[in-house]
């Protein structure tokens, strides 16, 4: 069973960071693209950025109103992926998505598996 | 402002069959396939629909995706009440080169 689980997250003040984890099982992690969406409290789903499998050049895509401050990274010695997240600001406050997509050459197709969520609040 | 534009709300009675829009451009919803997703209040996105009008398994064929042109449409048919849910649509958008959603539905099962 595919299991996708974040962590890190929590209250931090505007302008710090932040890094969470996405802890992946039940597949190969190293096969697939990984992805990390947000959802800000009563808003839709934003899509923030992917990175690829080492197969396909391990190399990243972001959104417009993340990129310079968000970096996605992995290790997939342990089946982890990492976002991390710089300069924050309140709007950045949302529930933090880890996901998987369908295809694992394919990581802006469509997306199978989601974690359960992690909540980020940033405020002073 | 979402790349992709849903209706924020439609609703129906129970049994009865609801569709839900979504409309993109040339970059986005025209050369790329489009999937769907439901999510039920405090919970994650669930797959619905995924290139275009493919069902995963577990997914009821009440549920259906179709696609022309520039717009994708999400059927439901027999409406449930468990069926209350925000219902999103996604795809790539190759000018912007970011994956884009819709600002979502919400579906009310009178």
């Known amino acids: 069973e595919v299991q996708l689980v974040e962590s890190g997250g929590g209250l931090v003040q505007p302008g710090r960071s932040l890094r969470l984890s996405c802890a992946a099982s039940?597949?190969?992690?190293?096969?697939?693209?990984m992805n990390w969406f947000r959802q800000a409290p009563g808003k839709g789903l934003e899509w923030i950025g992917l990175i690829r499998s080492k197969t396909y050049g391990g190399t990243t895509d972001y959104a417009a109103s993340v990129k310079g401050r968000f970096t996605i990274s992995r290790d997939d010695s342990k089946s982890i992926a990492f976002l991390q997240m710089n300069s924050l600001k309140t709007e950045d406050t949302a529930v933090y998505y880890c996901v998987r997509p369908g295809y694992n050459w394919l990581p802006e197709g469509y997306f199978d598996h989601w974690g359960q969520g992690v909540l980020v609040t940033v405020s002073s | 402002q979402s790349v992709l534009t849903q209706p924020p709300s439609v609703s129906a009675a129970p049994g009865q069959k609801v569709t839900i829009s979504c409309s993109g451009s040339s970059s986005n919803i025209e050369n790329n396939y489009v999937s769907w997703y439901q999510q039920l209040p405090g919970t994650a996105p669930k797959l619905l629909i995924y290139d275009n009008n493919k069902r995963p398994s577990g997914i009821p064929d009440r549920f259906s995706g179709s696609k022309s042109g520039t717009s994708a449409t999400l059927g439901i048919t027999g409406l449930q009440t468990g069926d209350e849910a925000d219902y999103y649509c996604g795809t790539w958008d190759s000018s912007l080169s970011a994956v884009v959603f819709g600002g979502g539905t919400k579906l009310t099962v009178l």
């Open positions: 039940g597949f190969t992690f190293g096969d697939y693209g």
